[in-house]
């Protein structure tokens, strides 16, 4: 055949379909299908092969009002805009049979140009195969989605109604390293962003879970690599983090800091520490008695991290002798008590009285007898 332009009268349909068991492809106003029967819905752990990014083209060439048959070559160019641009994909089919001018492809094209955005395909071909150069058809023809397939568009958006099953469940079955199931980035906002409405009583924006027995791996892991912080949290009502074990000999909370010189630490608050009654390890209250005597005496400051209640002293009998009623339980407490102030070296002893929240303390000095002062106490 005498290589001229090619005419196509009938209009050529794209149909991009992503199917399981069933698809169509409609091209002339002709409907093929491949299947009668319903689609079988696969279980979620049957899907163990990706979806091909190819797509089936159709459609019916004429030259000079005549249907075409013969067998031609094809090049397919796949291009962001309708005119203009350069070609994000090609592909060749040669040989390609057409009877009565209708004609069947699969065109071939990487999986990352399939992103969502608007695609046209350009269509060159020449007749008969191996014969001639390429003519290039126009207009160039818009790849269109299957109805249902709309809804896949980004920014994607669904709600369902579920409480037996997760929305949403991608596994990766690929075993060892560092190659995640999902990976969520972003420039300049947040690459993964977790939120609850508090509906519900396991009501968490993100949850993380391991069954890694390694004792460096996490559920939830948070790195960063300059100076930004690994892992922010924040409350306006409630805690900011909050970190539990049901194990013997590990922590809630694990923090450590690698560097050998730095003015940095493992652990940094800007507020108070504060610790329960019966954990171990942190100051539970603190005291400064001004003066502890049998006349005047006061707290010049303290705190209290077992219930904030305010800690306050009793006169004693005699001189150096006063009763620190502390707002808690202080019969399984560690105390430790210091004299302070000018004048000769002074000593402190204290010991227990029925109330368990108070403490008879004595001040006293080298001689044995009682000396008003201060009295610095620390209760673990």
């Not at 019916?60 to 067998?71: I, M, P, S």
């Not at 996490?218 to 194990?247: L, N, Q």
Request: proline share 3%.
């Amino acid at each position: 055949m005498k290589r001229r332009k090619i005419i196509i009268f009938a209009f050529l349909t794209v149909l991009l379909m992503v199917f399981i068991s069933q698809s169509w492809t409609i091209a002339q106003g002709l409907e093929t299908r491949e299947e009668d029967s319903e689609p079988t819905a696969l279980a979620p752990d049957n899907l163990t092969a990706l979806v091909s990014s190819s797509f089936t083209y159709q459609g019916q060439l004429k030259n000079g009002g005549a249907a075409v048959n013969a067998h031609c070559d094809f090049i397919w160019n796949l291009f962001a805009d309708s005119s203009g641009g350069t070609s994000l994909a090609m592909d060749t089919d040669t040989n390609v049979q057409l009877t009565n001018g209708l004609f069947t492809a699969v065109v071939n094209v990487p999986a990352s140009v399939i992103d969502g955005n608007g695609r046209y395909v350009e269509i060159q071909v020449r007749c008969p195969t191996g014969t001639g150069a390429y003519t290039t058809l126009s207009p160039r023809q818009e790849l269109q989605a299957a109805p249902y397939a709309l809804g896949l568009r980004l920014p994607f958006s669904h709600s369902i109604n579920s409480s037996v099953a997760p929305v949403f469940a991608i596994t990766n079955t690929g075993g060892t390293g560092s190659s995640p199931s999902i990976l969520g980035s972003s420039f300049g906002g947040d690459g993964v962003h977790g939120l609850s409405t508090g509906a519900a009583s396991a009501d968490n924006g993100v949850y993380g879970e391991t069954n890694s027995t390694t004792a460096n791996e996490a559920g939830v892991k948070g790195i960063s690599t300059t100076v930004a912080m690994g892992g922010h949290f924040t409350s306006s009502t409630g805690t900011g983090a909050y970190g539990v074990t049901s194990s013997a000999t590990n922590f809630g909370g694990y923090f450590d800091n690698t560097a050998v010189t730095t003015s940095g630490g493992a652990l940094y608050a800007d507020g108070d520490a504060k610790q329960s009654l019966a954990g171990d390890g942190f100051v539970k209250a603190g005291i400064y008695v001004g003066q502890c005597g049998s006349a005047g005496s006061t707290i010049d400051r303290f705190f209290n991290n077992v219930n904030t209640a305010a800690i306050t002293v009793i006169n004693g009998a005699g001189a150096g002798r006063c009763t620190i009623d502390f707002g808690f339980n202080m019969s399984s407490r560690y105390i430790t008590a210091t004299a302070y102030g000018s004048g000769a070296a002074r000593t402190v002893t204290f010991d227990f009285v029925p109330a368990v929240n108070r403490l008879d303390f004595f001040r006293f000095d080298q001689t044995g007898a009682g000396s008003n002062g201060g009295i610095m106490i620390l209760v673990y």
